[in-house]
């Protein structure tokens, strides 16, 4: 329950660890672990992610923001201090494939990813059973290009009564608007399968499979108003060859998605990931 | 003394392996290593690699040349068989950048590869020290896009002196004429610097870079005239963060081109790819 | 339902991929993939794996058994032939930890592994009620030092009652007694938590953690009689770092197993695996 | 020139990175990259590295030096400070193989390693050639079991000469003695050829092929004076077949032997590796 992270990222100059360190040690916070990058020591951008342990820490939590305001502003500072006990509620949209989907629950159960798991909605029905035996509220939104407005409203209805901090796209396959995409900055963790750049939008492994590559990816990213355009988070391969065909590669895909999908989400709820424009600084 | 190949490629039907494997136990040849592969038993392509130890193989290889052709014609074969002990006369293509050069070289002679080293093409003069040391021909061809006819005149005289059977582009930086790559079908190997299809072309590191992705990667194709859409032969990664800027992508990417490229030369040099239209068919 | 395989060993010597491959062609069976192996082309052990199409093979097979006998005796081989259609009778053991057991359990439901999976043993309740929800039957049998005997007498009785073919040990932590091991050769697979040769025995992570390694990986394996000296099927690692504690080695270590156990399962059920003394030659 | 780096461990404690960051401000630096990790927050070692940029950091180095003194003093800190311009003064050792020691020429050629290599010495005489081409001293020293102690005698002595800081065993097949493995703690890096703790000792490939492993591996560590026991600094491994005789598994393993012992060098060259007991964690 003493367990806390600082986030910040701020015009790279001298001084910027020795101030949030010792702000640190004069709450008798001990640091457990600290990360830093600098996009360019002289003008660029400065990125730091503490987890630290402090006595009373949720009694102290709001005294601390407020005295780190000081701290900060005359770097200019972007910055948040969050406790580890407090989970962050996500939502999981998926389509017909579950594998992803799957391999969240199971990840979440066995306790490899941590998060309030506050709901699952789903364009398909076949999921259901397995989400609601986990206690989890399984909402079923009818969505395609036909009724994407009205789809997105029941969606954003649900995201505010829940308080969803998160958004897992786990395999689903409806395109988001700019309206909804620009609501969630950041928040919408997508998975691609392919190896982005290669094979941006649809049906990537039939595309792989006809220009013979010899190996297959998957990528998870930040959803952007672009399609598969967003800040990559995550990203891996497997060898394949000439002996497989689509459905090969697509078994074999749906194992790199899941492990890739997985990392990125376990990431962004342990406060790992920063971005920088386009891309990501991840701490992991 | 006594090692050979048969490579074929036909329509698939019944019967082949039986007709090709009566032929080679007719002349007591054992096979030592044998791969197939067919993209389609439905009206598809056979794709066979043969290789076998036969008694007296270089005095019976004119004769089995002649007879093979009896067995291969009901079977509309596209053939060849092969000496392992005749070495393919091979030139390497370099530019300015030495490393995938020097690993060729070093596998050569290592034996890791086994071919008739028999000229280096340069426009550039850095390599000629090592290259001569080792008592290969260097041959220093200025070209840029202003001289190109020329240039690739002087390389073809080259080419057809020195009776060259492939063209290993070792990060050679100069794009071929259409008459150049068509003079030389599946006989030119190309490194390029990015996991393709990502990264077509120029500057491919830092087009990585910019894009943020967390694995950068090398591929080796048999160039066509279509830059960068040839038959991808071989394609490898490695992973990368944000720390990783331009200069470090270069530098690791590097490291995935040299072995990417020795791993498809050797597999050249071993007849062991085959083509597929634009896709290739690797026993390895 | 025309599908077949056929898989042999014998002492290598010319002619025996002749004489199968007119023995299918005689049948007008098409060969749809073959693979073969020569531990030493001179006096070693041949091994050969041809899946064919076979007009009306279930109303054949019979017959093309016996005929086969006679194609095989000259050249003295190990053999059988098999039909696709014909699933593999499978039992899985699982202890506490269930995560190879999901695995499976999500393979097969998607088609990825094609068996019958006819019952799981295990000598712990906590996966009873995933398994049932599949229609499969779960028996608990509690087993221990203590009652080894008495509880391999149960599981026998079951693995004879249900005609079990393989058995699976997704992580069944019991050791297993000589006389259970000896009756079923090359048909139990176990996984085991650690690269092989590599921390053989107990505690596996804590002793990689303990000796600082910079990989850590996982090894499916035939059981013999011997503790983790079984012939190897299939490993892979991941990369780990002075940041992971034991925890981490064993969550990161889950996602190896599962894929390396999969494999393995994969490669058995699709008569893949030949062993050659105390190897596999895998033709994956 | 105005680059430095603190390295340094201590028990862990509140207000170190504190105290750290205010010395390194207090003298106008700024810090570029940190690395920190503590083996255990209650009681274990914290570990840092710090890469600064500091205004006339040559002239101020010495005072520098003094002054961290002060405030290291009360943590217990082992300490260093340096600058990334003074070169490591190193020495390679080699034997009859010489794919490691190529490799590092390589990467020092083309900036990759950035040391001081002051001299190569072999117990044979085939690489005098290529070292003496680069402009490096080659010591030739006849080693054996016979002479063991009179060959390290003539080494010590080139390394006291040479003021030698790093000693690179690539591919030296010779033992050390326990007299010449406490003279230089933690200062020499071996690249031993299996993925360790499996196969110690000799004849690894050969007894990788005879258990039938799938994965090969390299090990790169510090040698102490148990065999093959050192801290790990880095492994690899590639994926290996029932195909690979020993030769292949050696052809194979030379690749993975150059990249890990190459990796592992330039992590000491940049100061990125600290020991903890017989582990260690890298800052990479």
Known sequence: GNRGRILLKCPDQPGIVAAVSQFLFSHGANIIESSQYSSDPSGGTFFLRIEFDCPDFAGRLAEMRTEFESAAAPFKMEWKITSVTELKKTAIFVSKEPHCLLELLWAWQSGDIVADLAIVISNHENCRKIVESLGIPFYHIPASKENRQEA?????????????????????????????????????????????????????????????????????????????????????????????????????????????????????????????????????
Chains 1, 2, 3, 4 share one sequence.
């Not at 060859?241 to 697509?250: I, P």
């Open 152 to 284: 997105e409203e029941k969606q954003q209805q649900l995201l505010l009564q829940y308080e969803i901090e998160l958004i897992i796209l786990a395999r689903y396959m409806q395109i988001l608007t700019k309206k909804f995409t620009a609501a969630h900055p950041n928040r919408i963790i997508n998975i691609h399968h392919s190896f982005l750049p290669a094979f941006v939008g649809a049906r990537p492994y039939e595309r792989a499979y006809e220009r013979g590559v010899k190996l297959i990816g998957a990528t998870s990213h930040y959803v952007t108003d672009e399609l598969d355009e967003g800040p990559i988070i995550e990203q891996d391969i497997e060898r394949v060859t000439h002996h497989d065909h689509v459905d090969d590669l697509k078994r074999i895909g749906r194992s790199i998605e899941r492990s890739v999908l997985s990392r990125a989400v376990k990431w962004h709820l342990e406060d790992r990931i920063l971005t920088d424009g386009n891309k990501t600084v991840v701490f992991s």
